[in-house]
Nanobody
């Protein structure tokens, strides 16, 4: 019954913007660190952005710093990724992730992903 459903992906020109959304259900959203990952063709899945459980702390991959912003709304069980100044190398499937730490380990929930294509 745990679900993470991404939306907002699509085709955009270089320099354009997109806002991805992830709607969560079936777990205690406010207890989870939320992240966006992406996977491009021929590459490993990489962490793009991460936000703490109450939104007080964020982390970004160097490649997206200054261009992407992660945010969350715990009242709506949602996390967002605002993507500006998009580049062709941002083309990838973007995945929503929820993680709850337990000791030195953790539990993960994953969405199905949404395609972002940056091309002229």
């Amino acid at each position: 019954q745990v679900q993470l459903v991404e939306s907002g992906g699509g085709l955009v020109q270089p320099g354009g913007s997109l806002r991805l959304s992830c709607a969560a259900s079936g777990f205690i959203f406010s207890s989870y660190v939320m992240s966006w990952y992406r996977q491009a063709p021929g590459k490993e899945r990489e962490l793009v952005a991460r936000i703490s459980s109450i939104g007080g702390s964020t982390n970004y991959a160097d490649s997206v710093k200054g261009r992407f912003t992660i945010s969350r709304d715990n009242a709506k069980n949602s996390v967002y990724l605002q993507m500006n100044s998009l580049k062709p190398e941002d083309t990838a499937v973007y995945y929503c992730n929820g993680r709850r730490y337990s000791g030195s380990s953790y539990y993960d929930h994953w969405g199905q992903g949404t395609q972002v294509t940056v091309s002229s």
